[in-house]
């Protein structure tokens, strides 16, 4: 599975879920999931339950995703990242320009 989105019924959120490898292999994919709307949404929640693996262009896919959906003023949950995900998140200080619980 690549990723699948979801948005909610009240058109407020929208969720992306990865699949077990997020890397430039689903760029265009992923592009699409959030530009294929045509709208932008109060909040983003990407899930990352299943993701086992993100190389150095996933995190720059989520650079050009954050300044696509609003820069600073976006809200962007990254939910749900295990523990070798999450150490790689705070290590690149990704805490500060994305909500990662």
């Not at 530009?35 to 086992?52: I, P």
């Not at 650079?63 to 809200?75: E, M, Q």
């Not at 990242?81 to 909500?99: T, V």
Request: aromatic share 12%; charged share 25%; proline share 1%.
């Amino acid at each position: 599975m690549g990723l699948q989105k979801q948005i909610s019924t009240d058109e407020s959120m929208m969720t992306i879920k990865i699949g077990e490898v997020f890397d430039l292999s689903i760029q265009s994919e992923f592009r699409e999931a959030y530009e294929g709307e045509g709208q932008t949404f109060k909040k983003y929640v990407l899930d990352l339950r299943g993701t086992e693996y993100m190389d150095s262009a996933a995190f720059g896919m989520l650079l050009v995703f954050r300044d696509y959906v609003g820069g600073d003023a976006a809200d962007i949950l990254i939910d749900n990242a295990n523990e070798a995900i999450k150490k790689s998140f705070l290590m690149l200080q990704f805490g500060r320009i994305f909500n990662i619980p």
